[in-house]
């Protein structure tokens, strides 16, 4: 899942994009409100992190103008402590949820999958496809009750995926939700990435999950049995 967070302050910003890549999220940095709006209006982000105090155009007006031009990400704003009016105001805005500064990091995450739950049919923190399972909180993956080792980026590829079952994905939507600005334009690495997975959950099982769909991308599903 692809994040961007808005927040002038360098150090805030750097610690909540090296805590969020650290648990499996691609993370994209915009210094000030109207960077902000660039960046959200030119990439399908899956949320926005969104402080209030921000210069050119404060969180509360980007959001509104987010919204206004349709965006649908989850938006989280970063709220001063105690200012009601900032968090009314945010909510109004079409923010989805608040959390005051200084936040545990630990809330952030699970705000983060709160969100990602919503409008969603799935309302528990494990996805599953066939036999494969995949745990939200833990970041493990299980198949035939066999835990498997994947790394942060295997792990994000699979939950794309694992979002989206039977699902064609082209390899560009892919790349836009799993890797950051910097990363996903380099050509193949959506393949590279899928042939790591495959040799991790597929190759040591009899029915294969991930499809190669020509010309078009990948799709997980679970395996016809006949
Ligand atoms: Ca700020």
């Known amino acids: 899942m692809r994040v961007l967070v808005v927040e002038d302050e360098h150090k805030i910003a750097a610690f909540v994009k090296r805590g969020l890549e650290e648990n499996t999220y691609a993370v994209d940095v915009a210094y000030d409100g109207e960077d902000g709006y660039e960046w959200a209006h030119n990439f399908p982000y899956d949320f926005i992190i969104l402080d209030v105090m921000l210069p050119k155009l404060d969180g509360i007006a980007l959001c509104q103008r987010l919204r206004a031009a349709g965006n649908q990400a989850h938006i989280l704003m970063?709220?001063?402590?105690d200012d009601v009016e900032d968090r009314v105001a945010g909510l109004d805005a079409g923010a989805d949820d608040y959390l005051v500064k200084p936040f545990a990091f630990r809330e952030l995450l699970a705000r983060l999958r709160a969100l990602a739950r919503r409008g969603s049919e799935q309302r528990t923190t494990q996805l599953t496809v066939g036999d494969l399972t995949l745990d939200l909180v833990a970041h493990t993956a299980q198949r035939q009750n066999l835990s498997i080792d994947l790394t942060a980026k295997e792990?994000?590829?699979?939950e794309m995926l694992m979002r989206h079952p039977n699902q064609i994905l082209s390899r560009t939507v892919i790349a836009e939700h799993v890797w950051d600005y910097d990363f996903y334009s380099q050509s193949n690495i959506v393949d590279v990435y899928v042939r790591y997975l495959r040799k991790k959950i597929d190759e040591p099982f009899?029915?294969?999950l991930i499809q190669t769909v020509r010309g078009m991308g990948y799709r997980l599903a679970e395996a016809k049995r006949g």
């Open 78 to 81: 970063l709220t001063a402590k």
């Open 155 to 158: 792990y994000a590829l699979l």
């Open 206 to 208: 009899d029915e294969k």
